[in-house]
């Protein structure tokens, strides 16, 4: 599984590239805009390719999923800690509609707390060093004991996705690692090779 993360700020030719990655065989979008408005998000998804809608995954204006027919929504790891018991409430408000809700975390330890939780899969960064995030250091988590699916974040390009899988992930998801290439449609086009390869 490989999921691409969107740029925080817009970037040139944004839109055309992301058509251009589904076109590639991009399995998942997850649209993490958090200075867009509920309008700007409508805009931007509007501006997407319709096909390609049931690929796309919010992490903000929630609501949106349902009206442009989405893929589901994912919650940021500080959301969750917020909701505290409500958590499983507002997931099972998507998941009832057969909508697949994610969320993130920075401790492997903690994923098991959810586990009776209908999460189609968790989000756990840093693996290696980031690329979008010079300070973040990779802690190369080991996630084979853990009994539900884990996508690996943080340093992830084509040359070490045989690695991720090692450690147990289900897939990974990248930013830098495309956003940050001089040839973003190319790094993406490798990366679908080694995933379509390895997993």
């Known amino acids: 599984m490989l999921i691409l993360i969107t740029p925080e700020k817009d970037i040139a030719n ?11 065989g991009l399995q998942i979008l997850h649209l993490r ?27 903000y204006q929630h609501d949106l999923a349902e ?12 959301p969750r800690i917020d909701m505290g018991e409500d958590f499983g409430f507002y ?4 998941t009832t509609q057969g909508y697949d809700v994610s969320t993130s975390f920075h401790n492997p330890s903690e994923i098991m707390l959810y586990a009776q ?17 010079p300070d973040m250091k990779g802690k190369t988590f080991d996630v084979r004991p853990i009994k539900v699916p884990v996508i690996g974040m943080g340093g992830i390009h084509a040359n070490n996705i045989e690695q991720v899988k ?7 998801g990248v930013l830098g690692g495309v956003w ?20």
Do not use: W
Request: net charge negative.
């Open 14 to 24: 944004e839109i055309e590239l992301l058509n251009s990655f589904f076109e590639a």
């Open 33 to 59: 805009k958090p200075h867009k408005s509920y309008a700007q998000h409508m805009a931007y998804l509007s501006a997407i390719d319709e096909q390609y809608h049931s690929r796309i995954v919010l992490h």
């Open 67 to 78: 009206d442009f027919m989405l893929k589901g929504v994912h919650i940021q790891e500080q």
């Open 91 to 94: 997931v099972a408000r998507f």
């Open 117 to 133: 939780i209908p999460l189609i899969y968790n989000l756990l960064s840093p693996v290696f060093n980031a690329i979008s995030q």
């Open 166 to 172: 090692s450690l147990g992930y289900v897939g990974v």
């Open 180 to 199: 940050n290439a001089c040839d973003p449609l190319n790094a993406m086009k490798e990366l679908i090779q080694a995933i379509n390869t390895t997993y």
